[in-house]
């Protein structure tokens, strides 16, 4: 398994970003899949979800502090995650790392860093 985060960047408040990552090593249209942050002394933090694993449509889930602001989309064809970020904020600032849920629990990739400033 490999993921490979980018896209990260320095983006004034109310800006925008969007975070790429790049799969490979297992079954990329039915995974488990999401994003989490860690802001500068602070630990891991959740942000989304993608569960891809049924017949119907991938389920999204996305932590309260980004609901209406990030959208996580995927493209099959390219084995890629995305997190499209809106209306940034300094509290966004963080590493942002990709993950894939397993049963042996969570593979992260090294992570892209995010920074909101003006």
């Known amino acids: 398994v490999q993921l490979v985060e980018s896209g990260g960047g320095l983006v004034q408040p109310g800006g925008s970003l969007r975070l790429s990552c790049e799969a490979s090593g297992f079954p990329f249209i039915n995974a488990v899949m999401g994003w989490a942050r860690q802001a500068p002394g602070k630990g891991l933090e959740w942000v989304s979800t993608i569960d891809a694993r049924g017949s119907q449509d991938p389920f999204t889930t996305y932590a309260d502090f980004v609901k209406d602001r990030f959208t996580m989309s995927r493209d099959t064809a390219k084995n890629t995650l995305y997190l499209q970020m809106d209306s940034l904020t300094p509290d966004d600032t963080a590493v942002y790392y990709c993950?894939?849920?397993?049963?042996?629990?969570?593979?992260r990739g090294q992570g892209t860093q995010v920074t909101v400033s003006s």
């Open positions: 993950q894939k849920f397993g049963s042996s629990g969570a593979i």
